[in-house]
């Protein structure tokens, strides 16, 4: 019977949420010594190390290969960090992926360097650190308007994107990354969405890409439409919050009208955010349940089969965050735990720029899914433009 259980824990879901169970563990015990960077490196190193030899991957040149992709994150990190690309909105997972392309795109994936590429495998134990960004206190302190606004958006928004994906003829699967994204959190709604129903990395590239893309002219533009509509600093912020994908550039587009907008813009962006949660709960169970195989029945067992483990991790996470720990307490762990998780999604998307073949990131086949996402952010801008003039016009908080 032992025997049977460890046997069904050795799957790269478990695999993985083990690991960044492990991790977390250690964030909790030991805060300091897990915010050093050699023991991040050597953490997430030896750890990763004995969960592929769990699951049956020879580990031959691993060292070596995870050294180097370690490397090439931290780069990433660091060009993020810097103030001149930090106010454009750019992160780091964007860094990753771009490096990780260029050098799949020039001299090709070397195999001494294939053996520490697995993007899915970090991916999820980098989303069971995610959950401790995701405190329930924060949905209070978000305000009962605030609140309103992100369910109205994040369900109209998600709703008309997955229909206009639909009638673009894309894929399941991209539709409801690409839903995602444009109407919850962008970058972090698109991996928790990918992992929830195990989707293919090349498409999750894409996400990430045009999200980030169209984020940064948005940054600049949406704060000179505000003043010329003349909107309010609370309704300019409301606005800013609910429609710009990466929580950076929303905090710098609120920065350009003002302070009174840049805390409407963080209270909006964190409402939308503490939904994550919910929404790839919603979208493991619904993906569990329509599966891939239609003659095989949706049973409780088949359900369980199928739904991403990490789902559970991570809202072990949040509700251990939200209510073990003294707030204040909890966002210091939290800052170190963003280290491990920020390190877990630059290794794994540094992995899958490796497996990415450029050309068809942005291909002719592409342009529907580029023309979905413009069309559902449009919408999104209108439709959250109205809701935060109807509720933030006349209020504040």
């Known amino acids: 019977m032992e025997v049977k259980i460890f046997d069904r824990l050795k799957t790269e ?26 023991v991040i490196f050597a953490s997430i190193g030896v750890l990763g ?13 691993y060292a070596i290969s995870y050294t180097v992709i370690f490397l090439i994150s931290l780069f990433a990190q660091y060009l993020s960090g810097l103030s001149t690309i ?43 650190l995610l959950g401790t960004s995701v405190l329930f206190g924060e949905i209070m302190k978000a305000g009962a308007l605030g609140m309103v606004q992100a369910i109205i958006v994040v369900i109209s928004v998600w709703y008309f994107s997955f229909w206009i994906a639909k009638k673009f003829k894309l894929d399941r699967e991209m539709a409801v990354m690409l839903s995602s994204a444009v109407s919850i959190c962008g970058v972090s709604a698109a991996i928790a969405t990918c992992g929830a129903i195990k989707g293919d990395s090349k498409k999750l590239s894409y996400v990430i890409s045009i999200v980030l893309v169209v984020a940064v002219p948005m940054m600049y533009l949406m704060p000179y439409l505000a003043n010329l509509l003349g909107l309010s600093q609370e309704v300019a912020g409301a606005w ?18 003002g302070e009174t907008a840049e ?46 483990k990490f789902v559970l991790g991570f809202i072990a996470a949040s509700l251990v965050f939200s209510f073990l720990f003294e707030p204040t307490y ?68």
């Open 86 to 128: 930090k106010s454009t909105g750019f992160e780091a997972v964007f860094f990753s992926v771009a490096i990780g392309l260029i050098i799949r795109n020039t001299v090709g994936l070397p195999k001494w360097l294939a053996p520490a590429a697995k993007s899915e495998y970090f991916i999820k134990a980098g989303l069971v």
């Open 49 to 61: 190390a004995l969960g592929l030899w769990a699951l049956g991957n020879n580990l031959k040149g």
């Open 240 to 257: 800013l919050g609910g429609t710009i994908d990466t929580t950076g550039a929303v905090v710098a587009s609120g920065k350009f009208i």
């Open 13 to 38: 879901d478990w695999i993985a949420t083990i690991l960044g169970t492990v991790l977390l563990t250690g964030v909790i015990i030991v805060p300091t010594f897990m915010s050093n960077i050699y």
């Open 263 to 308: 805390k409407y813009s963080v209270i909006i962006k964190s409402s939308q955010n503490v939904l994550l949660g919910v929404a790839a709960f919603a979208i493991s169970i619904y993906w569990s349940y329509r599966g891939t195989n239609k003659e095989i029945k949706p049973s409780a067992a088949v359900l369980w089969e199928r739904f991403p």
């Open 330 to 397: 909890a966002k210091e762990l939290g800052k170190v735990a963003k280290g491990l998780r920020e390190t877990l999604f630059s290794i794994a998307f540094v992995a899958i720029g490796l497996e990415t073949d450029f050309r068809k990131i942005f291909n002719k086949e592409n342009s529907r899914n580029t023309y979905t996402f413009l069309i559902a952010q449009t919408f999104n801008i209108i439709l959250t433009l109205i809701v935060a003039y109807l509720l933030f016009g006349s209020y504040s908080i």
